[in-house]
């Protein structure tokens, strides 16, 4: 069984920072995946990051990329997700999600394994 919990949301002005964190308990193994989604309300839920467990691969979506960056911390089992540069529009409940699968899927729907969310809040 696999836990997730997300912390570190919050409210921020746009152009500051925030970090993100997921803990993640239970088993992991070299096809481990671990994601970070968002939602806005009335939007659907949309893919933001991943990595992998074992060799740290990334991929990120075109609408982050450069401003956001996934790391792991293996010792700790956590997976952060730092937030630079931020817009009215990154407002939205993060999620993070995890899965035992090949690659790095950006579909909701290839992960089993979901944490509460944390909201994040840009103000313009």
């Known amino acids: 069984q696999v836990r997730l919990v997300e912390s570190g949301g919050g409210l921020v002005q746009a152009g500051g920072s925030l970090r993100l964190s997921c803990a993640t308990s239970g088993r992991t193994s070299s096809s481990y995946v671990v994601a970070w989604f968002r939602q806005a309300p009335g939007k659907e839920r949309e893919f933001v990051a991943a990595i992998t467990w074992s060799g740290g691969s990334t991929v990120y979506a075109d609408s982050v990329k450069d401003r956001f960056t996934i790391f792991r911390d293996n010792a700790k089992n956590t997976v952060s997700l730092q937030m630079n540069s931020l817009k009215p529009e990154d407002t939205a409940v993060y999620y993070c999600?995890?899965?035992?699968?090949?690659?790095?899927?950006?579909?909701?729907?290839?992960?089993?394994?979901w944490g509460q969310g944390t909201q994040v809040t840009v103000s313009s």
């Open positions: 999600a995890a899965e035992f699968v090949s690659g790095l899927p950006r579909l909701p729907n290839w992960y089993g394994y």
